[in-house]
């Protein structure tokens, strides 16, 4: 069992920058990744990013790309999430998630935080 904890949301105004955390509380394993999502209201949730925990290789969302970064934190199992250049339309609830980087990267990760809200106002 992976637990993820994500810290970091907020309120901001257009055009400023947020950095988002999350932890992972249980080993993981080669080829494990970290990765976030999002989810706006009345839509689906979208795949931002994610970070394969061996060997940093990294894949975004097509929207987010040149805009958000993903790095690994200081602790082995610990990502950050970059919100740089902020859109009214990135206001969503942001969600840590936690599996093998390709499944990830499907949209299918088995594991999941609790989401932590974003709000950018014009």
């Known amino acids: 069992q992976v637990r993820l904890v994500e810290s970091g949301g907020g309120s901001v105004q257009t055009g400023t920058s947020l950095r988002l955390s999350c932890a992972a509380s249980a080993r993981t394993f080669n080829g494990y990744g970290l990765g976030w999502f999002r989810q706006a209201p009345g839509k689906e949730r979208e795949f931002v990013g994610a970070?394969?925990?061996?060997?940093?290789?990294?894949a975004y969302g097509d929207s987010v790309k040149g805009r958000f970064t993903i790095s690994r934190a200081d602790a082995s199992n610990s990502v950050y999430l970059h919100l740089n250049t902020l859109k009214p339309e990135d206001t969503a609830v942001y969600y840590c998630?936690?599996?093998?980087?390709?499944?990830?990267?499907?949209?299918?990760?088995?594991?999941w935080g609790q989401g932590t809200q974003v709000t950018v106002s014009s």
């Open positions: 970070l394969r925990l061996s060997d940093g290789g990294i």
């Open positions: 998630a936690a599996d093998f980087f390709g499944v990830i990267v499907r949209g299918r990760p088995s594991y």
